[in-house]
């Protein structure tokens, strides 16, 4: 098992940055595929970007292609989703989430994933 607290979240601006942080706790996370996933008010939870144990394949919704970044350091047991570019359509607020199964590649679904965090809210003004 393994707990997970995301942090970073905040307001930012059309354009700017943010750097969201996933640490784990328990298990060592390089056991798991890791992923960010996001929900929106009224919406559906949707994939953002996922990676594999070792950081070698990573993937990526359209919408954040090019901007976003998922990146991992298994030495600090650490996730990091960094957001370039912001846009307004980019609020809501973000899950880091761990997936337990034995893939070589990134898993998008998020019914794949066995815990998560309790998510941070990301706001983008315009």
């Known amino acids: 098992q393994v707990q997970l607290v995301e942090s970073g979240g905040g307001l930012g601006q059309a354009g700017g940055s943010l750097r969201l942080s996933c640490v784990a706790s328990?298990?060592?996370?390089?056991?798991?595929?890791m992923g960010w996933f996001r929900q929106a008010p009224g919406k559906e939870r949707e994939f953002v970007a996922s990676?594999?144990?070792?950081?070698?394949?990573?993937r990526y919704a359209d919408s954040v292609k090019g901007r976003f970044t998922i990146s991992r350091d298994n030495a600090k047991s650490t996730g990091y989703l960094q957001m370039n570019d912001l846009k307004p359509e980019d609020t809501a607020v973000y899950y880091c989430?761990?997936?337990?199964?034995?893939?070589?590649?990134?898993?998008?679904?998020?019914?794949?994933?066995?815990?998560w965090g309790q998510g941070t809210q990301v706001t983008v003004s315009s």
């Open positions: 989430a761990a997936d337990a199964g034995s893939r070589w590649y990134p898993e998008s679904s998020r019914y794949e994933y066995d815990f």
């Open positions: 990676i594999t144990r070792n950081g070698d394949y990573t």
């Open positions: 328990g298990r060592t996370i390089s056991s798991y595929g």
